[in-house]
């Protein structure tokens, strides 16, 4: 890896957690890992990783500090570790909802700098067992900046996000917030009522379930937990939720009136077509949160962070 980082603790060794551990420490980087479970800790030391006894002592002398832990855990980790982050820490997360995590930076660490993030590339599986080095490649990974966000810690953490094969894409959290409820949020609801609805018809259909029961409702078989952390105090969830409501109202209508859900399939399938043929251009961009909020929002991601004695280049792909 090319990034200047040198020490990183990651502080909870689930799936995303786990599996940042296990690329970082394939490119290089000196990682530890904490977490509050100590099963968890003994599986990842038996594994060869190195994890620290306490909290403090994985944060100290990190270059950054990377939150993995479940979004409830987040405040009261922070309040433990702050004391002993050093002025100007890196400090980033993964995950899922992006302002309960600003907001508990901004409050219990404020002298660290912090840059929300979220790697979009889970599985319905968790757990230190569950975990991967290439669970990174090609996944989008949101990366948050804010009026207040300092720009060279957001860069660095672009670096290292380039360098695991994700796709950094620019955004501000509350745009973040409101992207996940639509394509994390409103799929695992979906799922869960899939799953329900599925069950309430009997043995026999559940005898005769196949490829479109089981991908529907595949994301139910998710830790139920994990699945509230993604979904509770997102407003934009309500607005998604009235979206697909509305739709299904109106198939249940058509078809009590002996009318055809072919129209909602033709346009479902042009959607998910579209989305799956897009075709994407290189472009150079300014170093400028403005100009990068704008290509994220739009669709796009960054591809490599350059340095050289002129400065900082950023190459990225956008939709064309």
Partial sequence: ??????RVAVMGLG????????????????VVGYDIDSQTMAAASSAGFPVAPTDAAAVHGADLVVL?????????????????LAPGTLLTDVGTLKQPVLDAAR???????????????GTEES???????MLFRDAPWTLCLEPDTDTESWLRVAELVCDLGAKPVPTTTAEQDTA???VIGLPHVLAEALALTGLAGGPLGLSLAAGSYTSGSRVARTRPDLVATWCDDNPALVTALDDVIERLTSARDDLAATKSV???AEAGHRARMNWEHRSFEPVELRVDPTELCAHGRLGGWITAVLRDDDGVRLLGMRPL
């Fill in 68 to 84: 993995a832990m479940p979004l409830p855990q987040v405040a009261n980790a922070l309040a433990s570790l702050a004391p002993h």
């Fill in 15 to 30: 799936l995303i957690g786990g599996s940042l551990m296990h690329a970082m420490r394939q490119g290089g980087l000196e």
């Fill in 107 to 121: 409050a219990l660490a404020p002298h660290a700098r912090f840059v929300g993030g979220h790697p979009l590339a």
């Fill in 127 to 133: 757990g230190w067992g569950a975990t991967d080095p």
């Fill in 1 to 6: 890896m090319t990034n200047r980082l040198h």
């Fill in 262 to 264: 072919l129209p909602l």
């Fill in 180 to 182: 996940v409820a639509r």
